[in-house]
């Protein structure tokens, strides 16, 4: 199965399959800022969710690009079990979008880890986003690899811009 996707079903389809992981979540990311989703009525952080899937044993690895901003970070506070589970890096070189879901589904696309990407923003308010969701096993090993290799920190040595890297693997 190859879906493509836009804008709103960033929200719909992406996040809730995301919150179904039951074993592994890996989402790669440039840009992280505090994405709120709802939940049986109530406004919360996606941060939320991943804590909750981490408290369930779902393992999560997170790369992003920079330092998120305050409002991010209060969340991010909020939910200490993020700080001592939640896997993290920074790369400043990363700028996919991919959330690998339990190696079984992935999202390839635009769409950041924000509001405006993928939350719950109206749709006057939010980017224009397009990607795929799939199961295809060569597309899903690709994705897969594209990033392991960065989580593995294989481009470090050679990157030139070891100088921005707030998070180097060597």
């Not at 769409?111 to 923003?121: E, H, I, R, V």
């Not at 109206?122 to 690709?142: K, M």
Request: aromatic fraction near 8%; charged fraction near 30%; proline fraction near 4%.
């Amino acid at each position: 199965m190859i879906k493509f996707i836009s804008d709103i079903e960033h929200y719909d389809i992406v996040l809730n399959l995301a919150a179904k992981a039951r074993r592994t979540l890996w989402i790669g990311t440039a840009d992280i800022k505090d994405l709120y989703v709802m939940r049986d009525r109530k406004k919360l952080p996606f941060l939320a969710i991943l804590s909750e899937l981490i408290d369930r044993g779902v393992e999560i690895r997170l790369i992003h690009a920079k330092e998120p901003g305050c409002p991010f970070r209060k969340d991010f506070d909020r939910y200490p079990l993020l700080a001592k589970r939640l896997e993290r890096m920074l790369c400043p070189r990363v700028h996919f979008k991919l959330i690998i879901i339990d190696s079984t589904i992935c999202y390839i696309g635009s769409a950041n880890l924000t509001g405006a990407g993928m939350g719950m923003k109206s749709q006057l308010r939010r980017n224009f986003e397009a990607g795929i969701i799939t199961d295809e096993v060569e597309i899903l090993t690709a994705a897969v690899e594209e990033f392991d290799k960065v989580w593995r920190g294989s481009e470090c040595l050679k990157c030139q811009r070891k100088q921005y890297c707030l998070d180097p693997v060597v």
